[in-house]
């Protein structure tokens, strides 16, 4: 892919809107039957919310999701249509702003709901819930014993002309881990919840559950409506479910630096703070300048994998605030030349799940932290020539 000429560059995290739209078509003929809501909660998983939000709704998103409703409201305030939920609520949040943007809420407990009502009636237009169910994740969620009081309480609001309950949903725990005995369980459970709730009379027009690996693995997990972020940014839920090339998914983000310093050093020589790594002999150093403050773990310090002028090469020593160093082995390639840190691995660069297993976390977080002193770089942002 990529790279026309370009203005010379610290470091830039290229995003492949092709590669995303490519994503969300093929979680979309994967989940049949099923809406598609993209979620970009976190700046898009760090790829950019507004642009992989245009990109998912253009290659058939219905929905878009968000952790908290400061994120949904931006998404609006950009001009971005259609159905577009959050779920991070805590007292005294924006509902009245929601409600006034056409932003679906989440509810889970009676806090949120009197919130909701009050802001519906100073609004005067009733606001979209989805009523959310602890199954068994034991995080957010209503917990079972709890349903009937909350149900039974959004009834009543509804009756008042205050809201409209439109979803019933819950989350997983252990989706990622095909057979685990949760995941049955919290099936079982949610629809215990959907049928006591429409027993007493809600009229959901969405259920849903399913995050990403559930969306892949289980399709009767996908009910109305499957919540996708990881797949749609082309990166497994798992090594355990499979490349993203076995999953039909190709990585959406390429994380590139320009070496800032190519020079020789004599055996013996120790190298960044604490001196982790020394020169086994001779040899030459590339400096890449890019560190912790951008978002690269240091937990990878001495293992983290770059594609350097071609050649695989390792972090030598910390990984510094803004800053690492690896060892070119007595190569001299020129100051500038390209450094992958992780890319869609085609060309012989690591992944994100490789700097994920360097340092010890998930490709989720390895994309997520990636800082705003990185610029994004949008890459195939035209449709055209696309089926
Ligand atoms: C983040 C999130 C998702 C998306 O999860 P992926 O594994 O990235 O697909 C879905 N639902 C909720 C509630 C989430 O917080």
């Known amino acids: 892919m990529t790279s026309s000429k370009t203005a010379p560059f610290r470091a830039r995290a290229e995003i492949d809107l092709a590669a995303l739209r490519a994503n969300v078509r093929a979680l979309r003929a994967r989940t049949p039957g099923a809406a598609l809501m993209a979620v970009v909660k ?197 090594p355990d479910l499979g490349t993203p090339a076995d999953l039909g998914l190709r990585p959406v983000m390429a994380l590139k630096a320009s070496l800032a310093l190519v020079k020789q050093v004599p055996g013996g020589h120790g190298i960044s703070y604490g001196h982790l790594y020394t020169t086994p002999g001779t040899t030459t150093l590339g400096l890449v300048p890019v560190g912790y403050g951008d978002g690269i773990p240091r937990h990878a310090s001495g293992a983290g994998p770059v594609l350097v002028d071609g050649k695989p090469r390792t972090v030598a020593g910390r990984i510094a605030m803004d800053q690492f160093v690896v060892d070119l082995g007595g190569d001299e390639p020129a100051p500038g030349a390209e450094a992958v840190l992780f890319g869609s691995g085609d060309h012989g660069e690591p992944t994100a799940e490789d700097w994920a297993q360097a340092a010890g976390t998930i490709a989720y977080e390895i994309v997520t932290r990636i800082g705003t002193r990185i610029p994004r770089v949008y890459v195939k942002v035209d449709t055209e020539h696309e089926g």
Not at 76 to 93: D, H, K, S, V, Y
Not at 113 to 132: D, F, N, Q, S, Y
């Open 42 to 238: 976190a700046d898009a998983y760090g790829h950019g919310a507004v642009p992989c939000a245009r990109a998912a709704l253009e290659a058939g998103a219905r929905w878009l999701g968000t952790a908290t409703p400061e994120e949904a409201l931006a998404l609006r305030e950009a001009g971005l249509p259609g159905r577009l939920m959050c779920w991070l609520w805590t007292p005294g949040g924006p509902w009245r702003q929601a409600i006034e943007a056409d932003v679906d809420v989440s509810v889970s407990g009676l806090w949120a709901l009197a919130e909701v009502r009050e802001a519906a009636a100073a609004v005067g237009a009733p606001a979209r819930v989805h009523l959310k169910a602890d199954t068994g994740l034991g995080r957010g969620g209503c917990q079972p014993d709890d349903w009937p009081e909350l149900v039974a309480e959004a009834l009543r609001a509804q009756a008042d002309g205050l809201l409209t309950v439109v979803g019933l949903w819950s989350h997983f725990a252990c989706a990622d881990e095909p057979g685990h005995p949760s995941i049955q369980a919290q099936l079982t459970r949610f629809r215990e919840m959907v049928a006591y709730a429409e027993a007493q009379g809600v009229q959901p027009e969405v259920r849903h559950i399913a995050n990403s690996p559930a969306a892949l693995t289980l399709p009767e997990a996908h009910f109305d409506l499957v919540r996708t972020g990881i797949a749609m940014y082309g990166i497994s839920p798992s």
